[in-house]
Nanobody, 122 residues
Framework: QVQLVESGGGLVQAGGSLRLSCVAS????????MAWFRQAPGKEREFVAG????????FYADSVKGRFTISRDNAKNTVYVQMNSLKPEDTAVYYC???????????????WGQGTQVTVSS
């Protein structure tokens, strides 16, 4: 079992920045992919960014490429997403996910956090 706890959400003006954190516990993450997804009201959950824990290989949705950066801290068992140049359309609940698969698909991930709200005002 893997437990995931997100933090760092909040209200920010367009153009601003936030950093979300996801602390993982319960298993060693060396064989896992960690990912961030988001879900806006009335929309389906969508992939944002992922990192293969062992290799630090990262991959992003086109909508956030160049603005968001995913990273990890082994010592803290934590994955981050640094979000810069935020836009109102980035407003959503952001979820951390983990599993032993490299994927952008929601259904590929079996472990999820509770989510953290990000609101970007115009």
């Amino acid at each position: 079992q893997v437990q995931l706890v997100e933090s760092g959400g909040g209200l920010v003006q367009a153009g601003g920045s936030l950093r979300l954190s996801c602390v993982a516990s319960g298993r060693t993450l060396s064989t896992y992919t960690m990912a961030w997804f988001r879900q806006a009201p009335g929309k389906e959950r969508e992939f944002v960014a992922g990192i293969i824990y062992s290799s630090r290989t990262t991959f992003y949705a086109d909508s956030v490429k160049g603005r968001f950066t995913i990273s990890r801290d082994n010592a803290k068992n934590t994955v981050y997403v640094q979000m810069n140049s935020l836009k109102p359309e980035d407003t959503a609940v952001y979820y951390c996910a983990a599993d032993r698969i490299v994927s952008r698909e929601v259904n590929a991930y079996g472990y999820w956090g509770q989510g953290t709200q990000v609101t970007v005002s115009s």
